[in-house]
């Protein structure tokens, strides 16, 4: 068997190839609370304005404001309190000359008034109180339409649905809401070295890693994921394997056999399935020869298996097609600029990724390898939140450079910040 | 009824505070699969080194590095291959003068072999092949105990498990984890002026929608959140949900009512369970009177009915805490810096926290205001994912400064990077 031959190509056009293909889900509708993490798959369009009604921001009392011209400390103006209304309620008196409605937060104003007086400038006594200060036209009113108007679109199609999307949608009456469907993920770990997480360890054996991992970086993208089991090197029960899961899922994920090594059978696997290779070989360490394939509308991701490797291929490459699958705007990785804080001299031709710890240190972001850091090296991994993302063909880096850092988790810190 | 007079506190005082309880969740164990962001109760020690025997990082050829000596293009030095073996097999041969074994990624290196030479190294014939430059010892192994040695804490007590937390676990066999249990969250939004989300619309009356957010915050961080029925002002009542709600939560939350007017009863429920109260006013906009108690070893979070102000509440003071309760090392937001893109003029006594959305540029971190900013505001919420926090007592903001950002979502961007 001879070597094949790879071309590498740039880590940017590789994403762009990805995310290119015309590979997206339907649409469909779901309930409200199971919405979150959802595509929108149309524009929200505001049927009313918000606020639907003028209101008060604050307790207090709803009065004229052309009542309080020449209010001061020695000049106190009486109000006579004529009603009294909760949130939710609407009073049926108009405010007349020198008359307020007593109002809660949220309430509407009343007829006939046009400022609110906070509690806390007042004087009260028996269903009367006095002011100290002139009012304008409006105070304290938070007005018909000043965050939105009917017709505004408040959230759009393509957008992720947050937990403040969840809020808009709940506003305007959405029980159920238009999104693209979720892609669902197989997982197929190969290798004749490897054992189940519970198996007795064996010379030459380890156990799989790579394939819970997976299912956990599925699990952190709110997907559904199914663990097919681990693929002896074996041609042509793997065929088989991939093919089976391809019927029951939209992306498909092998992890192992992507060599060019006798028993790397990922390109026969393709070959069989009749599959469009997008590539086979990045510009990148680690994780050179990870493989992006898409057949019969599906996506098929072959990771190193070397778990460093892998998990760099997940975030560069799954993440973006699972995206782009769900009729996202937003597909790229979420990148911040920081300071390195130890020396990296490893010089490579090819755009380096490592396994970091990004942290703001109270004045700057920071950021530091996450430990020891080759393509097959699993405990950085777990101590990393993002990776250093190291361009090729330069000398390497020094302590105090500033790098691009992609964020692979939003983390809380250890350390508290100050207010 | 006398506006009841209340000091504030300052925000991390009030993160503080709340973290400071000891209100903690005890120690359960979990299926592997079912792990993922859960906090480890115990270190995890490595039962024996990673690598566990020296391998092969590539496809090659184990030989003995001293019979490379003189190697170079004009001196090829011949290796007969005396053995064949994939990943996860061993060879029960040993590597003598010139011999070698055709070795995989993964591979153990056989007995007498101290170097792999890749297979893009060699001129392969039959059953033998030729190299042309000198190997050290040890040269292309991944050598036994070079990334972790036994006896090492690989994972530590209070760490959030990760996908890459979850690669570690596999390799060290556990099939179950020992975590922390999560904490279960109830929701009860409170206000008479409050629709459900498929309700018709009536006048001086809005549909909750801090309610379905909080659910959708708590999705966000992976626990379980039952919603209660919106509650009427109504004392009696509110404090029998109250309670009802502590009976199978460990924290609630209530939304509205955290106010000083006539119908905010919060104060009233919080005697009635004879919680202790932890701070009731926080020198914040919005949500200054976002209130936070305890009773019974459980969370009460008094968040304002306001969604921005009920949405920075939740991110300021629930997160940690629910952090904190799991065992968490790491509590506190993730906080980075990033240069403000227009001006913020509005000076405030208090800390001021801003929806926004935070982006790299390509060159650097910005952020921006994402909408109308009120405290009611709610569709500037779902186009955040970030909040600016001001520091009261400043006259504004220009374009240009640099300011703290807290991030609250992990997103991707619209905008592709470059590498």
Redesign the interface.
């Known amino acids: 068997m001879t070597?094949e031959k790879r071309n590498p190509i740039?880590?940017?056009s590789a994403?762009?190839r990805v995310v290119n293909q015309n590979i997206v889900m339907t649409q469909t509708t779901v309930a409200?609370?199971e919405s979150?993490?959802h595509i929108l798959a149309e524009d929200i369009v505001a049927t009313?304005d918000?606020?639907?009604?003028n209101k008060s921001?604050y307790?207090g009392f709803a009065i004229r404001s052309q009542d309080t011209v020449g209010a001061n400390g020695d000049h106190r103006i009486k109000f006579n309190v004529i009603d009294?209304i909760?949130?939710?309620?609407?009073s049926e008196k108009t405010v007349g000359e020198f008359e307020a409605v007593?109002i809660?937060?949220?309430?509407?104003i009343p007829e006939g008034a046009d400022a609110v007086v906070m509690?806390?400038q007042t004087v009260e006594s028996n269903q009367s109180f006095t002011l100290r200060k002139p009012f304008e036209a409006n105070e304290n009113i938070?007005l018909k339409g000043?965050?939105?108007r009917e017709g505004d679109i408040?959230?759009q199609k393509g957008?992720?649905?947050?937990?403040?999307?969840?809020?808009?949608?709940?506003?305007?009456?959405?029980?159920e809401v238009p999104v693209f469907k979720k892609p669902t993920i197989a997982v197929i770990a190969t290798?004749?070295?490897?054992l189940d997480?519970?198996?007795n360890?064996q010379?030459?054996?380890?156990?799989?890693?790579?394939?819970?991992?997976?299912?956990?970086?599925a699990?952190?993208l709110d997907l559904k994921v199914e663990?097919y089991k681990i693929q002896q090197?074996d041609l042509k029960s793997s065929i088989q394997a991939v093919k089976e899961a391809m019927s029951y899922h939209d992306i498909v994920i092998t992890t192992g056999g992507v060599?060019?090594?006798?028993?790397?059978y990922l390109p026969e696997i393709y070959a069989a399935i009749e599959a469009e290779v997008l590539f086979n070989k990045i510009a990148m360490r680690p994780g050179s020869v990870t493989t992006v394939a898409v057949a019969d509308g599906k996506y098929l991701f072959g990771l190193s298996?070397?778990?460093s490797a892998c998990?760099t291929g997940f975030e560069l490459y799954v993440?973006?097609a699972v995206?782009h699958m769900m009729g996202?705007?937003?597909?790229?990785?979420?990148?911040?600029?920081a300071t390195l804080m130890e020396d990296f001299k490893k010089p490579n031709p090819f755009?380096r990724f490592i396994?970091a710890r990004a942290t703001?240190n109270g004045?700057?972001?920071t950021v530091v390898p996450s430990?020891?850091n080759?393509?097959?090296?699993?405990?950085?991994?777990?101590?990393?939140?993002a990776m250093i993302?190291l361009?090729g063909g330069t000398r390497g880096y020094k302590k105090g450079y500033t790098v691009?850092v992609l964020?692979t988790?939003?983390?809380?810190?250890?350390?508290?910040?100050?207010?």
Do not use: C
């Open positions: 070597v740039s880590v940017s994403i762009e409200l609370h979150i993490n009313y918000i606020p639907r009604f921001p307790d009294h909760g949130a939710g309620s609407v007593r809660m937060t949220g309430a509407s509690l806390e938070s000043e965050e939105t408040v959230l957008q992720q649905i947050n937990p403040g999307a969840i809020a808009v949608l709940a506003t305007y009456g959405y029980g290798g004749s070295e490897l997480v519970t198996d360890l010379a030459g054996k380890i156990r799989n890693s790579n394939g819970p991992m997976i299912v956990a970086l699990q952190k663990s090197d060599s060019v090594g006798d028993f790397d298996g070397n778990p998990f993440k973006p995206q996202a705007k937003a597909i790229y990785p979420q990148v911040v600029r755009t396994r703001f004045k700057e972001m430990g020891f080759k393509s097959g090296a699993v405990v950085a991994i777990a101590h990393s939140n993302m361009p691009n964020l988790e939003s983390q809380s810190y250890e350390m508290e910040w100050q207010l």
